[in-house]
């Protein structure tokens, strides 16, 4: 229960943002649209994910498996970043 507990709190700190960063990216006569193609991006992805993290979880361990997830999201940032410094 306490896993739920902090994937709640989480996920609470974690969507304003996401949703504050998607206002302020699409102008306001396609903000609706932008929050539809951003909703159904994610959603889109964390299926393969999620099916991507059990097949590396069982076929080379944990640690490869959460390693991979974590260099994944540190170059996600990376671009992420580099992107929002050249605007």
Do not use: I, N
């Not at 709640?8 to 960063?21: D, I, K, N, P």
């Not at 994944?72 to 992107?83: G, Q, R, T, V």
């Amino acid at each position: 229960m306490a896993l739920f507990g902090g994937y709640a709190c989480y996920y609470g700190l974690v969507e304003g943002t996401e949703r504050a960063l998607v206002a302020d990216f699409a102008p306001e006569s396609v903000r609706g649209q932008a929050y539809g193609l951003f909703h159904f991006v994610v959603g889109a992805g964390m299926l393969p994910a999620s099916v991507l993290f059990g097949a590396l979880w069982e076929w080379a361990g944990v640690e490869v498996a959460f390693l991979t997830g974590a260099g994944l999201a540190l170059m996600a940032s990376a671009l992420f970043w580099l992107s929002v410094r050249r605007a």
